[in-house]
């Protein structure tokens, strides 16, 4: 089914405003998507109809919210597969969600001489909590080379079949930089085949794909509201059941507990023994009407979009003289490339690109969007510039991105000559 993206674009209020006195071009989704009035209705009338704390209250609008909070992480669960929403753990963010499982699950299963095998296009949120575990524990991290946009997989076989293999491994489904779509179903299964724990980084592929964490076969899985539609603050941990309950808590407080009493406490049932303090229930209802929205429009469809359009944009970008593509380039289906495009203009910084993108009202990211080994090792770039695609984006909106690069190269006045 071919998207009715003008029927969409009208439920985004942001996308009817201007930048720099021009239409607004957002085409920054992989940092943060907008949202539709479905979602921001939803969260107005919690506050509006029914603003009252979860689990805690016998009077009505009480009783509502805990019944809507609740109900969002049902549709969270069955979004992604999940056994049952007690598997589905909120945080702030995927960031809060992976450094849970490094201090709760890993603290207490990582040890002395244990390795940690992550990738080199892994964002920080999938590096940095696991050097302060290692810190912490004297672990040690190992790294999957990247070849030409991709994982290299035969250094990962080689990485898993060392004489010491990996505890934990750790990767992202989708590269925010490169777009790379990683096959995480084989990689999982490779991994817990010599006995180690998987963590997923689904960040920037929920939002965009249908994901099935039980096809997947992965421990743990991390993503966030604020890149599928749904308010920011709000972030999801999937956890295997059977690991979820062998694991401690690391936040006490109100609600993760069952009883308490002055020397000793017990916990409360999964999911709630993670989630201490009041909760960030409008984040929660509204996470839940993103993921009806996203339904109803059907990942299938979201996902057939973006490839159209990724494979416009690339085709576009081809023609133009100087500009350098990042990412994977052996398959032109794009069956492992998502809707993000890295890109450099040859003679010009990325921030210099984006400066002027904005001033033909199109926004655009620049720099080492939180993967500063990738761009400056891997890449060897400073920074890099960085378009990204989602469901209320269109063709002209691809146009007037490339018209963009004509003006970077007049105002910076770089010559055809110009090598990189």
């Known amino acids: 089914m071919e998207l009715e993206i003008e029927e969409i674009r009208k439920e985004f209020p942001i996308l009817h405003t201007k930048n720099m006195g021009k239409e607004l071009i957002y085409l920054d989704s992989a940092a943060t998507s907008q949202k539709p009035n479905y979602v921001i209705d939803a969260i107005t009338n919690y506050y ?9 209250g016998l009077y009505d609008i009480s009783v509502k919210a805990t019944e809507e909070y609740t109900k969002s992480k049902e549709k969270v669960a069955s979004f992604i597969g999940a056994k049952s929403y007690r598997e589905i753990i909120y945080c702030k ?14 603290e207490n299963n990582i040890f002395e001489g244990d390795k940690i095998l992550l990738s080199r296009m892994e964002h920080h949120s999938n590096i940095v909590p696991w050097q302060l575990l290692a810190k912490r524990k004297k672990a040690i991290i190992d790294y999957i080379n990247v070849e030409n946009g991709e994982l ?3 250094d990962y076989d080689e990485k898993l079949n060392d004489e010491t293999p990996p505890k934990l491994v750790s990767f992202t489904h989708v590269s925010n930089v490169l777009g790379t779509i990683n096959n995480v179903k084989e990689m999982t299964k490779k991994a817990k085949e010599k006995g180690a724990v998987v963590l997923i ?3 920037q592929s929920v939002p965009h794909m249908n994901v099935n ?7 743990f899985f991390a993503f966030s509201s604020h890149k599928m539609l749904g308010p920011s603050g709000i972030g999801v941990l999937y956890g295997n059941e059977e690991l979820l309950e062998k694991t401690e808590p690391i936040i006490g407080g109100g609600d993760m507990i069952r009883s308490v009493d002055f020397d000793s406490c017990t916990w409360n049932e999964l999911p709630w023994k993670f989630e201490a303090g009041t909760a960030n229930i409008e984040g929660g209802i509204g996470l839940g009407k993103a993921v009806e929205y996203l339904e109803k429009i059907g990942m299938d469809n979201i996902r057939r979009h973006e490839v159209e359009l990724t494979k416009y944009a690339l085709d576009e970008l081809s023609k133009i003289e100087g500009v350098v593509v990042y990412g994977p380039k052996s398959d032109y289906s794009l069956s492992n490339k998502a809707g993000v ?19 033909e009202g199109v ?6 969007h939180c993967a500063m080994p990738l761009v400056n090792k891997v890449l060897n770039e400073p920074a890099v510039a960085r378009m990204s695609f989602y469901l209320y984006n269109k063709k002209e909106e691809v146009d007037k991105a490339i018209n963009a690069i ?5 105002v910076l006045k770089i010559k055809k000559h110009d090598k990189k």
């Open 48 to 56: 509006r109809e029914y603003n009252a704390n979860i689990h805690r």
């Open 93 to 106: 963010n995927a960031t809060e969600a992976i450094n849970l499982v490094a201090l709760t699950w890993a």
């Open 152 to 154: 290299d997989l035969h």
């Open 201 to 203: 980084d689904g960040a």
């Open 213 to 219: 964490v039980k096809s997947i076969g992965c421990d």
């Open 341 to 359: 495009i890295s890109f450099n203009i040859v003679g010009a910084h990325s921030h210099d690109v984006a400066t002027i993108f904005n001033s």
């Open 363 to 368: 926004a655009i990211r620049a720099g080492h």
């Open 406 to 410: 004509e003006k970077v190269k007049k």
